[in-house]
């Protein structure tokens, strides 16, 4: 049952898909880390919507997806940017996200914590009364969902502050009226171009100075930080850095393996967008880690970083086209649709390399409906062998 796939230069290439899969089942809560997937939305594919209007979600899917993931394990990291905040999601669905998925959170036992952010400003330039106002509206919506607030990064505040003194006023007020210890995300510039120079500056040494005087000025309102630069060493510098009992979490696409395995002075916890296909997998090697295998864990989670790097290849703001992708080739969902029409964000070239990594993986639960569905997508892109 040979598939041919096209590769970059137009070629098309033989590939022999797997016939069996990798046999992974729920298992026990993890006890050696904290670990979220950011889960993304299945669309409704029947809505007749265009890109520009507000996301039609299939909410039945969407909610599955989440009850798998907490099957396995693993929290959900909801309403954060692989499900499209900003890229399709608007912040009407995204509350309405928040609210579904919390509800069923407390009904199944599963963990889950939101993201807060300032998407409901309008495109013209904010004030800084105006950024925390909406981090506010947004911080009281997911604290009465009963989830653990993200207070991810602001396009909007970025555009406003002056420098370092306008971050620490705006999120010293935010964590000074947080109810609970919140997960504060700093997010790189290879996601969203509009957060370049945040924190106040484009040096990234003198922008980790000024996050670590927020979290040094409100230690108890910060469970965590999640750190998506994509530089691993960065990364375990800055978590040497944390006060005792502020976890760092990972949001590193590139090098989560070697960050989630520590060192002699410590260890990434995870939040991170590769782990909503990676899910199963992923949790089953954070279970041979808690029982102190460390070269186990890579053993199974280490082959997975070059699809990872795929997925997250530049423009890595498109990594969500790909994650969608394998989850409707998994039988997640029933059709290959995105909100904003995001899935003609990644080449067929890109999509069949995809499927490849994924496949020799073992990820997909029926490797033939994965060979059928993506026969079926080079059908329709004219791939005739």
């Known amino acids: 049952m040979t598939l041919h796939l096209p590769d970059a230069h137009g070629a098309l290439r033989a590939y022999e898909p797997r016939t069996e899969p990798l046999a992974l089942t729920p298992g026990t809560p993890f006890t050696s880390r904290t670990v979220f997937s950011a889960a993304h939305v299945v669309a409704d594919p029947y809505a007749d919507t265009t890109p520009d209007s507000p996301a039609a979600v299939d909410w039945d899917a969407t ?69 925390r106002t909406a981090y506010e509206e947004q911080l009281a919506v997911v604290e009465e969902s009963g989830a653990r607030a993200i207070l991810m ?52 040494d003198t922008a980790t100075d000024t996050f670590l005087d927020v979290i040094a000025a409100h230690p108890d309102k910060v469970d965590g930080i999640k750190v998506s630069l994509l530089d691993a060493r960065r990364e375990v510098a800055l978590r040497r850095r944390l006060p005792q009992g502020v976890r760092c979490y990972t949001g590193d696409d590139f090098n989560y393996p070697e960050l989630i395995a520590g060192d002699e002075q410590g260890f990434s916890h995870a939040l991170l967008g590769i782990f909503d296909p990676l899910g199963p997998l992923a949790a089953e090697a954070v279970r041979v880690l808690d029982t102190g295998n460390t070269d186990g864990f890579r053993a ?85 062998p």
């Open 63 to 131: 909610l599955a997806f989440r009850r798998h993931l907490w099957a396995h394990g693993l929290g959900v990291a909801e309403a954060m940017d692989t499900a499209q905040r900003g890229m399709g999601l608007d912040w009407a669905g995204a509350a309405e996200l928040i609210r579904r998925s919390a509800a069923e959170a407390k009904a199944t036992g599963g963990r889950i914590a939101c993201g807060v952010g300032t998407d409901q400003l309008p495109g013209a330039p904010a004030t800084l009364a105006e950024v």
């Open 300 to 384: 199974l989670l280490d082959p997975t970083v070059d699809l990872s790097r795929h997925l997250f290849q530049p423009p890595t703001r498109f990594y969500k086209t790909g994650v969608v992708f394998l989850a409707w080739l998994a039988g997640h969902q029933s059709h290959f649709a995105m909100v904003g029409g995001l899935q003609s964000a990644r080449s067929l070239p890109h999509l069949a390399r995809a499927y490849e990594l994924a496949d020799r993986l073992g990820l997909f639960p029926d490797p033939k409906l994965a060979e059928a569905r993506m026969r079926t997508l080079l059908h329709l892109y004219g791939v005739t």
């Open 153 to 204: 990064a602001s396009r909007a505040l970025a555009a406003t502050a002056r420098g370092p003194e306008d971050y620490l006023e705006v999120y010293g007020h935010l964590l000074r009226q947080a109810a609970e210890p919140v997960i504060l995300h700093w997010l790189g510039p290879m996601f969203d171009p509009a957060l370049e120079g945040y924190w106040g500056s484009s040096d990234l």
